[in-house]
C-alpha cells in the first residue's frame, strides 16, 4: 500500500502516460486516466491501494482487498461468491445499519452501486484490471456527486504502462473450485485498447454451520463470467478519448433448495478529457441490470424446504453524466468546477405466498429518481508548507412514479395498490480542509463535511421475506445526511516508511434502518440519527525486499432514535463491529519467488438493531505465495482463512447462523508477457 506520497503525485499525468509525437510535432500524452487529484486531497483521510497490492489478495476478490483500508466493511462478511447479492454494500466510519452502500464508488468516474438496490456488483471488478484505488474516509466528496455519506472509493482502470500485452491464467482449488482469466492490451496509433475476461466456478460450502445445518443443507454453488474493454484514442495534443465496457452474468445458489439468484449486468461510459491550460473532463455512463433471486423457508429440524418467494425479474436502468472545468489560476490556486445529473428507473416482479408449492400472489413495485447538481470545488496555497481547500455543491432531487401493487393470481383482484405521491427537494452541502506541514516529514491535517444519500427504490418500495424474518418497505423514506470532523497526522520519515492517524465524530441524521416492530417483522424507517466516532490508525513500511503494512479502526456507533424505533436508542447499529484490523507483510525480489501474508480481525457485532443476535469475533489468516519459472510462466499457491475459523455472516431469528469462506486453497499457472 504506498500512502500520502502516491496520492499526491498520482495526478501527475507524466508519470503514468504513454506518449507518442503527432504529425505536427506536438507530443501527444495518453494517460487513460482522468484529471487526477488536487493539492487539496492533502487536507483529508486518503488511502492508496496500488496494483501490486491489488494482485496479491489470496482470494482475488475485490471486496477482500480493499478491506486494507482500515474501517472499510460490507455489510455482510461473506464475499461475492456466497453472499446474497442485496447484501453487498459497502460503508466505512461505522455508519452501518443496512445492507444499501454508504460510501460513492467509482470506477473511472462512473458510479458502480446497483440502480435499484444500491448494492455492489463484486464480482464485476478484478482486481487485475484495475490500477489504483483512492479511499477517501469521510463524507461530502462534493465533486463526484452525492452518496458519500461514508467516502469515497474510486478505482482507476490500470494505465498502459503498467498492463501486460497478453496475460492468462488458471488455477483450482478447495471445494472444485476453478478461476481463469486472460487480458490482452496494444497499441491502437497513437492510443491504446485493452480487453479482459474471467470465469468463476465453484461447488461452494455449506454456508449454515456444521451444528445447526440439517438434511435440507447443502453446499451453494455460484458460476460467474465477466468481460471487459477499454479504448483510449487522442483527439489532438491535448485532449483524449476513454470509451470503456462491461458485461457480467453472476449466478449463485444460497445453499437451500429454490434459492437460485442470477444477476447481468451492462456498463458503458464514455470520457473526454482535456489535459491542457484548462483542464476539462466530460462523462457520460450508462447501467443495465437483471437480477433474479428465489427465496425460502426451512421447517425446525432443516428436513424440509418451501419456496417462499420468486423475486423472478428486476430490470434497473441507471445512466449520466458529469462535467468539471479546471482554469488556469496560477501554481498557488486551483479551481474545480462542473455538475452532473443522473437517473435511475426499476421496478421489482415478484411471485408469493406459495400454497402447496404454488404462488397465489404477485407483486410489481419500483419508481424512478433524477438528481442534478453542480459544485465549486478550490484548493489554496497562502503560505510555504499550508494548503486550504473548501467546496460545495448543490442538489436538486426527485422521486417519481413509485407503486407498491400486489394481486391474486387467481382473480387479479388487488391486495395492494399503492400509488405513491411524487417527491422532490434540494440539498446543499459543503466540505472544507487545511494541511500544515510544520516540518517535512509531517503533515497536520483537519477536515469538516456534510452530505447526503437518497433511499433507494428497493428501499422504497420493495417489502421481502428471507426465512422467517419480514421486513416491510416504506415510500416515504426520507434522504439521509451526514454531518462530521476529523483531525488526523501523517509522517513520513524515510522514503517508503508512513505512519498516520486519524480522529473522527459523524453523525448521520435520518439514518435508513430495518427498525424491528414485532417478532421476525421489521420495516424501514428513519433512525433520527447514528452517531459515530472512533480512530484510525495506518501504517507501512518498506525495508529492502520487505513490505509491511499495518491498519487499525476503533468506531463507537450508537443509535440515537425515538418514538416506533425507542427501543434501539443507545444501542449499536446492526452489522456494525467496534475493533476491525489488518496486517500484512510482502517479500519480494524481482525475478524470485514473490511471498505475502494478511491477518484480519473484525471485532463482534450484531446482526440486528435489537442487539439481540450477536455475531462472534473473528481472526483470519491468508497468504499467497508466486514463483516464477521461467519465459512468462509462474506458478501461484493462495490459500483463504488456512486456520480455517468460523466467520459468522449471519444469524436468522431462530438463531441459525450462516458463516462466510472456510478455509480455501488454490494452485495456478500464470503467463504474462510484457
Request: aromatic share 6%; net charge neutral; glycine share 14%.
Amino acid at each position: 500500500m504506498r500512502y500520502r506520497t502516491a496520492l499526491l503525485t498520482c495526478g501527475s499525468v507524466v508519470l503514468c502516460a504513454g506518449a507518442a509525437r503527432a504529425d505536427n510535432g506536438d507530443t501527444i500524452i495518453v494517460t487513460g486516466q482522468g484529471l487526477g487529484g488536487t493539492r487539496g486531497d492533502a487536507a483529508y483521510d486518503l488511502v492508496a491501494i496500488d496494483h501490486d497490492r491489488l494482485t496479491m489478495s489470496a482470494s482475488g476478490r475485490m471486496e477482500d482487498v480493499l478491506r486494507d483500508a482500515a474501517g472499510l466493511q460490507q455489510f455482510r462478511r461473506s464475499d461475492a461468491r456466497s453472499a446474497h447479492p442485496t447484501s453487498q454494500g459497502a460503508t466505512l466510519r461505522g455508519l452501518g445499519g443496512n445492507a444499501s452502500t454508504r460510501a460513492l464508488i467509482l470506477l473511472d468516474g462512473v458510479p458502480m452501486v446497483d440502480p435499484f438496490g444500491g448494492w455492489v456488483s463484486w464480482a464485476a471488478l478484478d482486481p487485475a484490471r484495475i490500477g489504483q484505488v483512492r479511499v477517501t474516509r469521510g463524507g461530502g466528496s462534493g465533486v463526484f456527486g452525492p452518496g458519500a455519506l461514508a467516502g469515497t472509493i474510486e478505482m482507476s482502470s490500470v494505465a498502459p504502462a503498467d498492463a501486460d500485452r497478453l496475460a492468462a491464467g488458471i488455477s483450482y482449488g478447495s471445494r472444485n473450485a476453478v478461476d481463469a482469466d486472460a487480458a490482452a492490451s496494444a497499441a491502437l496509433g497513437t492510443g491504446f485498447a485493452s480487453v479482459s475476461g474471467g470465469y468463476a466456478r465453484g461447488d461452494g460450502f455449506i454456508p449454515i454451520i456444521a451444528a445447526d445445518r440439517g438434511p435440507a443443507d447443502r453446499a451453494a454453488r455460484y458460476r460467474q463470467s465477466r468481460l471487459s474493454g477499454r479504448i483510449v484514442v487522442p483527439l489532438g495534443s491535448e485532449t483524449e478519448l476513454q470509451a470503456n465496457g462491461s458485461f457480467l452474468l453472476d449466478k449463485r445458489d444460497r445453499g437451500l433448495s429454490f434459492t437460485d439468484n442470477r444477476n447481468l449486468g451492462i456498463d458503458t461510459s464514455l470520457r473526454l478529457v482535456g489535459q491542457g491550460l484548462w483542464g476539462w473532463e466530460a462523462t457520460s455512463w450508462l447501467q443495465v441490470r437483471q437480477f433474479s433471486s428465489g427465496f425460502a423457508s426451512v421447517n425446525a429440524t432443516r428436513t424440509a424446504v418451501t419456496q417462499s418467494l420468486d423475486q423472478y425479474n428486476v430490470p434497473a436502468t441507471g445512466f449520466g453524466g458529469r462535467f468539471e472545468i479546471r482554469p488556469p489560476l496560477g501554481d498557488a490556486l486551483m479551481l474545480r468546477l462542473g455538475g452532473d445529473a443522473r437517473r435511475v428507473d426499476g421496478r421489482t416482479e415478484e411471485l408469493f405466498t406459495f400454497v402447496a408449492g404454488s404462488p397465489t400472489r404477485r407483486r410489481v413495485a419500483g419508481g424512478n429518481q433524477s438528481v442534478v447538481g453542480g459544485f465549486a470545488d478550490g484548493s489554496v496555497q497562502p503560505v510555504k508548507n499550508l494548503t486550504v481547500t473548501a467546496s460545495g455543491r448543490i442538489d436538486h432531487w426527485s422521486i417519481n412514479r413509485g407503486s407498491l401493487i400486489e394481486r391474486i393470481l387467481a382473480t387479479s383482484a388487488f391486495v395492494t395498490n399503492s400509488i405513491f405521491p411524487d417527491r422532490s427537494g434540494t440539498e446543499s452541502t459543503a466540505r472544507a480542509g487545511i494541511a500544515w506541514q510544520p516540518v517535512g516529514s509531517v503533515t497536520i491535517r483537519g477536515a469538516a463535511y456534510t452530505g447526503w444519500r437518497l433511499p433507494t427504490l428497493n428501499e422504497l418500495y420493495r417489502p421481502f421475506r428471507v426465512g422467517a424474518d419480514v421486513t416491510q418497505a416504506n415510500a416515504g423514506l426520507d434522504p439521509e445526511r451526514v454531518k462530521g470532523i476529523d483531525i488526523g497526522a501523517e509522517y513520513h520519515p524515510l522514503p517508503g516508511w508512513h505512519l498516520g492517524g486519524t480522529v473522527f465524530w459523524n453523525r448521520l441524521d435520518h439514518a435508513i434502518a430495518n427498525i424491528t416492530i414485532a417478532p421476525s417483522i421489521a420495516r424501514r424507517g428513519n433512525l433520527d440519527a447514528i452517531r459515530s466516532r472512533g480512530v484510525e490508525v495506518e501504517g507501512g513500511a518498506i525495508i529492502g525486499d520487505w513490505r509491511f503494512s499495518l491498519g487499525y479502526s476503533h468506531v463507537d456507533a450508537r443509535v440515537r432514535s425515538s418514538g416506533a424505533a425507542i427501543a434501539t436508542n443507545g444501542l449499536q447499529p446492526a452489522q456494525t463491529p467496534r475493533d476491525q484490523t489488518g496486517a500484512s507483510v510482502e517479500w519480494h525480489r524481482p525475478g524470485s519467488l514473490r511471498l505475502g501474508a494478511t491477518v484480519r480481525y473484525v471485532g463482534e457485532q450484531y446482526e440486528d438493531d435489537q442487539n439481540s443476535r450477536r455475531l462472534t469475533d473473528a481472526l483470519t489468516v491468508d497468504g499467497a505465495a508466486i514463483l516464477p519459472v521461467g519465459n512468462g510462466f509462474s506458478i501461484e499457491l493462495r490459500g483463504e482463512n488456512l486456520t480455517n475459523a468460523e466467520v459468522q455472516a449471519g444469524i436468522a431469528s431462530d438463531g441459525t447462523i450462516e458463516r462466510a469462506t472456510p478455509r480455501s486453497v488454490t494452485i495456478g499457472l500464470r503467463y504474462a508477457l510484457r
